[in-house]
């Protein structure tokens, strides 16, 4: 029995899928925060180089990956795709179970997709600084190593609940050359503000972007970049679905479902979009699942509404399903799912009805995460134990309802710098964390009127 599917470098994509070209509906407008009229690419310059402004609005299928990046992706692409035989066996599925690696990157986990196309762009236009901000640190780790290979400054706000849980992931960014800052921090004028209200304030990747965003906009020779969210992180991930899609044929089957975690939505359309595009190109169907944090459900719980991507309400304004940006989630362990809003196209898609979304608790995607890792050897990160957990759940439903279905997803990233999180889990400490209903009640009251 075949466990891994490998591609050879040769068979890597060259060019990236944008689901907006086979959309039944348009993507609702981009609006200006001030006039809230539809932005036009001049508006975005002072955050983004012209290259990957052109790729956020345009609606062609395919996108050329640049010579020079196809480079750098083959320090880890094309990325495994395993049968995942212990996990199984050990539930007794008559399910077949595939999963899409992308912890072997040199980073851990999908982000350098995105990271090194943003930073080779914009060292094309002469971009000497890029800001940003994380949760987790898998994207600004990705992006502190995209920038030591482009020679590229990069400053990291990482959000202080993760900073401090993960003092591992700021020594991989410093390796990498990176500035790497607690957010809310004393560097920006908005971050001030907010210590000032609360010294003790926790952070949220809302603030951490507004901070990022303030610095960017300061300096001409600084840019802003995002690992999430936005139409170009999306495109870049696709990677991940065309890879698969190709590894599938090798292994002589087809998903029936296909699981991913989503917080901003970058890994979850990278695997799902490209067969989802298949569909609605008369292909075959799969369901798709999108996994979230209970304690942060965008999906499940938030409003489909024009809303603003940072907390100091400087951004466009988007309309996605959102918590409120004033929203700011529990401190639980997996940070890359602490995001108060999700891509638009991950919204619209879900508008549309061409995906499914259900939320877990902390503990029982940690459970799930554990229960893989004895049987297949990789410690998930605390944000794949969502698409683990979804996994299982649909082996499970296969199991009780006797049907050998395929199940294919998306395993984000490892786990090797959230030792802390599982130690806490052994110790029964970790605990699933509740958002606070009037809080929610409050940011979603505070949405723009649109």
Request: glycine share 10%; with cysteine; aromatic share 10%.
């Amino acid at each position: 029995m075949q466990t891994k599917f490998l591609l050879d470098e040769s068979q890597m994509p060259k060019s990236w899928y944008n689901i907006q070209a086979d959309l039944p509906e348009p993507l609702p407008a981009v609006l200006h925060p001030g006039t809230q009229q539809p932005i036009t690419p001049a508006d975005l310059e002072p955050l983004f180089p012209a290259a990957l402004i052109e790729q956020e609005v345009t609606t062609e299928r395919e996108v050329e990956i640049p010579g020079p990046v196809q480079d750098v992706y083959k320090l880890w692409r094309p990325a495994p795709l395993y049968r995942a035989h212990g996990l199984e066996k050990a539930l007794g599925t008559p399910a077949k179970i595939f999963y899409k690696y992308e912890g072997v990157s040199p980073a851990g986990s999908h982000k350098p997709n995105s990271a090194i196309p943003q930073a080779f762009f914009n060292k094309e236009a002469g971009i000497r600084r890029l800001t940003t901000e994380t949760g987790a640190g898998q994207w600004g780790t990705s992006l502190s190593f995209a920038g030591s290979l482009f020679d590229i400054d990069v400053t990291v706000f990482q959000v202080r609940v993760s900073f401090d849980q993960k003092p591992y992931r700021r020594a991989v960014m410093e390796t990498y050359g990176a500035c790497c800052v607690a957010s809310p921090s004393e560097m920006t004028a908005y971050g001030r503000s907010v210590l000032a209200e609360n010294p003790g304030h926790t952070g949220s990747l809302g603030i951490a972007i507004s901070e990022a965003v303030e610095l960017a906009v300061q300096d001409s020779e600084t840019k802003y970049a995002l690992g999430s969210v936005l139409n170009h992180v999306l495109l870049h991930q696709s990677v991940i679905g065309l890879e698969a899609m190709q590894q599938m044929e090798m292994a002589d089957a087809w998903p029936d479902v296909i699981v991913g975690c989503t917080g901003g939505g970058s890994n979850f359309a990278g695997i799902a979009f490209p067969f989802m595009g298949h569909a609605l190109r008369g292909g075959e169907k799969s369901r798709i699942v999108a996994v979230e944090p209970s304690a942060c459900p965008t999906l499940t719980r938030g409003k489909y509404a024009y809303d603003y991507g940072d907390t100091a309400k400087m951004t466009p304004l988007t309309k996605m399903h959102t918590l409120g940006s004033g929203f700011t989630p529990p401190g639980f362990h997996a940070g890359g799912l602490r995001y108060h809003g999700m891509a638009p196209l991950v919204s619209h898609a879900s508008q549309l009805g061409l995906f499914d979304a259900i939320a877990y608790t902390q503990r029982e995607c940690f459970e799930a995460g554990v229960l893989f890792a004895r049987h297949e050897g990789i410690v998930p990160a605390p944000e794949a134990n969502h698409a683990v957990k979804g996994a299982i759940e649909e082996a499970l439903r296969c199991k009780r309802e006797g049907r050998a279905e395929t199940i294919l997803f998306n395993l984000c990233g490892h786990g090797h710098f959230d030792m802390a999180a599982y130690t806490s889990y052994f110790a029964g400490d970790l605990s699933d964390h509740e958002y606070d209903d009037q809080e929610l009640a409050m940011a979603l009251s505070g949405l723009p009127s649109v």
